[in-house]
């Protein structure tokens, strides 16, 4: 699986759009990006996923630049639930998920 | 409801006894995992299994046994071999292997001492 590289911490004002970067630069052609978050003391949750096309849903928008080199998790208004641990990971589909240490969001007042 | 049961969420052993985590799913997957985190850490791969009766060891195995004699259970037996078992478990499945998704548990909290 390629590598990510994530900031470890980030932080955003409740209402405002939370933008989540991530580098990927050693990515091949068939690998995704998935996108997870980890509540404190709880499981992570799948969010989205992304090949080479923009892909939104209900719960974020993954943008994911023309090289695929990088791409950005956008939670378009971020509200304290949303404070959590963010997984960008890379794999092959048939591989299973390696998660690092991820990006630690504060979503504040 | 549909979903993913540990139990305990928190569990107390004495060093140098063997322990099991539960852990069940109702949605009919056929991939199954277990996961590994230690404070302010990623989640580390112990063992996973892609159907019944069949496992595979993932990046730290060693001190760990599993079982998957029914496609909804996939417990995990801590072994008084595990150095440091102190740890949050995560256990999680998926449709299949290649699934994009996977669904995690609550997670147990073991605290050995």
């Known amino acids: 699986d390629a590598k990510t590289t994530q900031p470890p911490s980030m932080d955003c004002a409740e209402g405002r759009a939370a933008n989540l970067p991530c580098n990927h630069s050693?990515?091949?052609?068939?690998?995704?990006v998935y996108w997870y978050r980890q509540i404190h003391s709880q499981g992570p949750q799948y969010i989205i996923h992304?090949?080479?096309n923009n892909e939104t849903n209900e719960m974020a928008s993954l943008i994911i630049t023309e090289d695929r080199k990088s791409s950005t998790l956008i939670l378009p208004h971020a509200t304290l639930r949303d404070t959590a641990v963010y997984y960008c990971?890379?794999?092959?589909?048939?591989?299973?998920?390696?998660f690092g240490r991820g990006t630690s969001l504060i979503v504040h007042p | 409801d549909g979903g993913i049961t540990q139990s305990p969420k928190y569990l107390f052993r004495k060093e140098g006894q063997n322990v099991t985590l539960s852990c069940e799913q109702n949605?009919?997957?056929?991939?199954m995992y277990w996961y590994r985190q230690d404070p302010g850490q990623g989640l580390r791969l112990i063992y996973y299994?892609?159907?019944?009766?069949?496992?595979q060891k993932g990046d730290i195995a060693e001190g760990y046994s599993v079982s998957r004699e029914k496609k909804e259970s996939f417990p995990l037996t801590v072994t008084s071999a595990q150095k440091n078992p102190t740890a949050f478990y995560l256990c999680?499945?998926?449709?299949?292997?290649?699934?994009?998704?996977?669904?995690f548990g609550p997670g147990t909290r073991l605290t050995v001492t």
């Open positions: 999680a499945s998926s449709i299949a292997r290649d699934s994009y998704e996977q669904y």
């Open positions: 050693t990515i091949s052609g068939n690998e995704y």
């Open positions: 992304g090949l080479k």
């Open positions: 299994s892609q159907i019944v009766n069949d496992f």
């Open positions: 990971i890379v794999r092959v589909a048939s591989y299973i998920p390696t």
């Open positions: 949605l009919n997957h056929d991939a």
